[in-house]
DNA sequence: TAGGTGACGGACC
DNA sequence: CGGTCCGCCACCT
């Protein structure tokens, strides 16, 4: 099959249930590429906004949104589809990662 | 081929 | 808690 990176990014990002959020870092490690969390955001930067994937699910480690200068119009907008999936966003962008943490499929890791 | 860059992460102050 | 520095690795010029 061959997926390239960015393919991998956006399959390992859409099973990322309603109301849960990932890192950069998270995603990169959950495709086997643990280290390259700048990579995962360049998957999501080539993304087009017509694709199904939860791409406002993504926050960086911080829990905070980051975004390209280059998509400034974006930032409201992924708050926005945040704030509709139940995940109250900080008016400084920062949001409840630690209770919102998507762990793949494990309960905890503190 | 080499250099610079970046939707990050962690450590440090 | 917040701002800053360095390191990380793939992509672009």
Same mark, same amino acid.
Do not use: K
């Given at each position: 099959?061959? $997926?390239?990176?960015?393919? =991998?990014? +956006? =399959?390992?990002?859409? $099973? /990322?249930?309603?109301? =849960?959020?990932?890192?950069?870092?998270?995603i990169a490690e959950? /495709?086997?590429?643990?280290?390259?969390?700048?990579?995962?955001?360049?998957? &999501?930067? =080539?993304?087009? &906004?017509?694709?199904a994937v939860p791409?406002?699910?993504?926050?960086?480690?911080?829990?905070? /949104?980051? &975004?390209?200068?280059?998509?400034?119009?974006?930032? +409201?907008?992924?708050?926005?589809? $945040? $704030?509709?999936?139940?995940?109250?966003?900080?008016?400084?962008?920062? &949001?409840?990662?630690?209770l919102h943490r998507?762990?793949?499929?494990?309960?905890?890791?503190?």
């Amino acid at each position: 099959m061959a $997926l390239s990176f960015d393919q =991998r990014v +956006w =399959r390992a990002v859409a $099973l /990322i249930p309603e109301g =849960r959020l990932a890192t950069y870092g998270q995603i990169a490690e959950q /495709i086997g590429a643990y280290g390259c969390a700048r990579q995962v955001g360049w998957a &999501l930067r =080539r993304l087009p &906004l017509g694709t199904a994937v939860p791409w406002h699910r993504v926050v960086n480690a911080q829990g905070r /949104i980051s &975004l390209s200068p280059s998509r400034e119009g974006s930032d +409201w907008m992924q708050r926005e589809l $945040l $704030l509709a999936e139940g995940i109250p966003v900080d008016a400084v962008g920062r &949001l409840p990662l630690a209770l919102h943490r998507w762990q793949g499929d494990c309960g905890d890791v503190s």
